[in-house]
């Protein structure tokens, strides 16, 4: 490494001291409940005429302490999403558009400002990745440094993001994290290959964690498990969100247990939001009809066996999408509309619920099919409506 | 016309009796290299019958995959038998070609199981030329095996290379594939389980409709006891190697007698139903298995000092209806051992 590049490193190593106002930095807005408020955000994927739109247009907002959940297909664009946010997308995804603000909490809890990720640079992103805003990324189960005992990794990230702690200081919080996640401490001696999935996730988890997060962004943290190993770790999580108050992205193409999990849900597809409401209405009320088609897909566990028969078809590839609404050529509901325009993302009359979706308009000249237009049996809030 | 182009033959049934597979593997010491005995399936029995859908559940090491490979004669195992049709079938020996036209296997990842640099039309004619067709048919076999998989129309796709195709389209494939060679018996190893959600349905639908039209035996493997559940004629849970309960139609789902199956259930995902779910103790070493006794007692809630001291024998608890549990030592049907001949024919009287 060069004299330069060096000090170039160093300079980014130091602790966040704008001496100059940041332009990203603006105050914290009155509603001090939002963590993370996305808008108008896009990704692309190359550049030119070979340009493919993974994400489009996406908007939502996250409160303090609560679960959103992102389920979609593979290609729906909901890993793209989290990664575009979180700036870690690598070439040749690039951010086209959009701002994402977070709310960030100063260490000591006494100032709180609102960073755009979008715009921040290196040196801000530093501060703010890990410290605030974490990460378990999909197939967890390779990110494990194999050569490299477990303990180390804990090491590692206190020592770069609190330089201030001593080594047997860092052991203690290593110890209390694993704990935490309901691992005996000395699984801190083991190499990755020593650990069972389930323990390799939850070491993922309990690093996630390390350094007290508002945000934790889970990339389909239980795809690769078996369904018992899945259970604790859903319940795991549940109980430490209880405890430690960290909002949390939870990815999945699973839409039965974001139902569960989830506190709110968006469904997304071809790139885009279909749907957002909150967990239980999603579930009783769906008002898209991909979401209908995904609550359908998952064979009941009781009751008498019936023939089910999911969505037919096969997801659109993106550079090649359809005129209109791209889930028209597989939308039992299609209408004349549908194919020649796109419906935009709009809220429900009397609800917070929104959906894209011509057949949810309002419109008497539409018949709305029964299945689509179910009531939510119980009108429950789910927390945070304080406003 | 050759025989691979003849319409549907005769109902089959692919048996096997006490199959056992044991891997030995070497535990690094300094000096002694100790040995170490897997058991990866033990004493396992079970029937394919034509126009029936087996479903095999477990959690991963379970030994499910390790059974269908044995079942196709790719893994021999270390002792038990396999019967086609009444005629048994040399397990020590190399597999024969007229084995693999009755059985053929499909695997987990379409994408790993299909030759990213040959196309569609390379993977369903070879098998069709190694097992004997004529050069001249293999193109209109190849034809009636996509349409056969609802992968129409049949010229769209054979030209094509797997990365070109969804992940569904890509296993209905290799589903056309193993079909290509009119095969009696389909082994499907977790067929969906790398499949989107949308498509999933679509595949076993398929599966549900070849078994019904065309009587193939299918053995379905899989880790979702819903979709098991979907459809299964026959539904085996297998622990550690060991069949811990199986039963007729959906009853195992409905009232599961074994702790195990019981904890498999209450794990799925259920939203109709979220007061069901029961929590285990906090970390279990998957592969805590005793080494005598029950190999599920480490990790059960009903724990019993006779469980850790014998293995339990398969219990009666229901009309077709086994359970490998202590629990059940009680119960005034409780038959011990019941041949599964025995069994099959009762399962059968109470369903018809």
């Given amino acids: ?387 | 016309m050759s025989a691979l182009s003849e319409p549907t033959r005769t109902p089959v049934q692919l048996s096997a009796r006490d199959l056992t597979r044991h891997f030995v593997t070497r535990v690094p010491g300094r000096f002694v290299k100790a040995k170490h005995i897997v058991r990866a399936v033990d004493n396992v029995s079970l029937d394919l019958t034509a126009g029936k859908i087996t479903a095999v559940v477990g959690e991963s090491g379970s030994g499910k995959s390790v059974l269908a490979r044995m079942l196709a004669r790719i893994v021999k195992p270390t002792s038990g038998q396999l019967f086609l049709d009444g005629t048994e079938i040399p397990v020590g020996a190399r597999r024969t070609l007229a084995y693999t036209s009755e059985v053929q296997l499909v695997l987990q990842d379409p994408f790993a199981s299909n030759n990213p640099v040959h196309r569609v039309r390379h993977s369903l004619e070879r098998p069709l030329l190694i097992h004997g067709a004529h050069k001249s048919e293999v193109e209109g076999l190849a034809r009636a095996a996509l349409s056969r998989v609802s992968l129409d129309p049949p010229d769209k796709f054979l030209d094509r290379y797997p990365h070109e195709l969804s992940g569904g389209q890509l296993q209905r494939v290799s589903i056309a594939r193993a079909l290509c060679v009119r095969p009696r018996v389909l082994l499907a190893d977790e067929p969906i389980s790398m499949l989107d959600v949308s498509v999933r349905l679509g595949v076993l639908n398929l599966l549900k409709g070849l078994c019904d039209n065309e009587h193939l035996a299918v053995l379905y493997i899989t880790h979702d006891i819903a979709s098991a559940r979907y459809i299964a004629d026959e539904t085996i849970v297998m622990y550690a190697g060991q069949i811990v309960e199986r039963s007729f139609g959906t009853d195992l789902v409905d009232e599961p007698t074994h702790p195990y199956t019981q904890l498999l259930i209450a794990s799925v995902p259920n939203p109709a139903d979220p007061t069901s779910q029961a929590s285990e103790t906090k970390e279990h070493t998957t592969f805590a298995i005793a080494e005598a006794g029950c190999r599920f007692a480490p990790r059960c809630p009903h724990v019993m000092d006779i469980c850790r001291a014998h293995d339990p024998p398969d219990f009666k608890v229901g009309e077709g209806h086994l359970s490998h549990c202590w629990l059940h030592a009680n119960e005034p049907e409780a038959v011990v051992e019941l041949a599964p001949e025995v069994r099959r024919r009762e399962g059968e009287t109470t369903k018809t």
């Fill in chain 1, 1 to 387: 490494m060069s004299i330069e590049r060096l000090d170039e490193f160093r300079v980014s190593e130091s602790p966040l001291t704008p001496e100059t106002p940041e332009p990203t930095v603006v105050p914290a807005p009155a509603n001090r409940e939002i963590v993370l408020d996305v808008s108008n955000f896009s990704v692309d994927y190359g550049t030119g005429d070979a340009t493919v739109r993974a994400v489009h247009d996406v908007s939502f907002s996250l409160r303090r302490a609560t679960v959103l959940g992102v389920a979609g297909e593979s290609g729906s664009g909901k890993s793209t999403l989290v990664y575009g946010m979180t700036r870690l997308l690598r070439a040749p995804g690039i951010i086209s558009g959009g701002a994402v603000n977070l709310n960030v909490t100063s260490d000591d809890k006494s100032e709180e400002k609102v960073v755009n990720l979008v715009t921040a640079n290196e040196k801000e992103l530093r501060a703010i990745r890990w410290s605030h805003v974490s990460i378990v990324i999909q197939s967890a189960l390779n990110a494990l440094d194999p050569v490299r005992r477990v303990g180390k990794d804990f090491d590692e990230v206190l020592r770069t993001h609190r330089p201030d702690m001593k080594k047997e200081e860092r052991r203690e919080r290593a110890k209390t994290l694993l704990t935490m996640v309901g691992l005996d401490e000395d699984r801190l001696e083991r190499f990755p290959h020593e650990l069972s999935g389930g323990q390799r996730q939850r070491i993922m988890i309990a690093l996630a964690l390390a350094l007290d997060p508002e945000l934790v962004i889970m990339d389909e943290p239980t795809t690769a498990l078996d369904v018992v190993t899945q259970r604790e770790i859903i319940n795991e999580l549940l109980d430490l969100r209880a405890r430690f108050n960290f909002a949390m992205i939870f990815i999945t193409h699973d839409l039965s247990l974001l139902v569960e999990l989830a506190d709110e849900i968006v469904v997304m597809y071809a790139g885009s939001i279909v749907e957002r409401a909150l967990a239980n209405e999603l579930y009783e009320a769906p008002r898209h009809p991909y979401t209908l088609g995904l609550l359908n897909s998952f064979p009941p566990m009781s009751g008498p066996r019936r023939e089910l028969t999911g969505i037919p078809g096969s997801p659109p590839d993106l550079s090649d999408l359809p005129v209109g609404c791209r889930f028209a050529p597989r939308c039992p509901y299609v209408m004349d509309r549908c194919r020649s325009e796109n419906p935009p993302l709009a809220t429900i009359k009397g609800s917070r619920r929104q959906v894209a979706c011509w057949l949810q308009t309002g419109d008497p000249g539409v018949a709305v099919p029964v299945e689509l237009s179910r009531e939510v049996r119980v009108a429950s809030d789910v927390r945070g409506d304080n406003s």
